[in-house]
């Protein structure tokens, strides 16, 4: 399975932004999915996850009423609504996926990943 995120780029404080995460390969294999993001010299940070049929979700606290994660199956795609940015959002954001169907926030259970978008937000 490859993961191929795109949709980052430079944006303004307030301003939104959707993430995409196109599965190839044995892409019916996958069953949750989710979002990470990393800060150079930190450590990567949930983000939000989803089920394979996209009725659960989870989500980072933090980030639960700005980002919104849904996912359309039948064309492989992942994606990541986030809203009202701000300069802290700023990271390299990742996708992954696993072969279980349990979300979980803990990345070291996902099995493939992209090599991850940056998303810049100024003030």
């Known amino acids: 399975v490859q993961l191929q995120a795109s949709g980052g780029g430079t944006v303004q404080t307030g301003d939104s932004l959707r993430l995409s995460c196109v599965a190839s390969?044995?892409?019916?294999?996958?069953?949750?999915m989710g979002w990470f993001r990393q800060v150079p010299g930190k450590e990567r940070e949930f983000v939000a996850a989803?089920?394979?049929?996209?009725?659960?979700?989870r989500y980072s606290r933090a980030l639960k009423l700005r980002f919104r994660i849904s996912r359309v199956n039948s064309i492989s795609t992942l994606y990541l609504q986030m809203n009202n940015l701000e300069p802290e959002d700023t990271a390299i954001y990742y996708c992954?996926?696993?072969?279980?169907?349990?979300?979980?926030?803990?990345?070291?259970?996902?099995?493939?990943w992209g090599k991850g978008t940056l998303v810049t937000v100024s003030s």
């Open positions: 992954a996926a696993q072969r279980s169907l349990g979300l979980t926030e803990d990345s070291s259970l996902y099995d493939f």
């Open positions: 989803i089920s394979r049929d996209g009725t659960v979700t």
């Open positions: 390969g044995r892409a019916d294999s996958i069953n949750a």
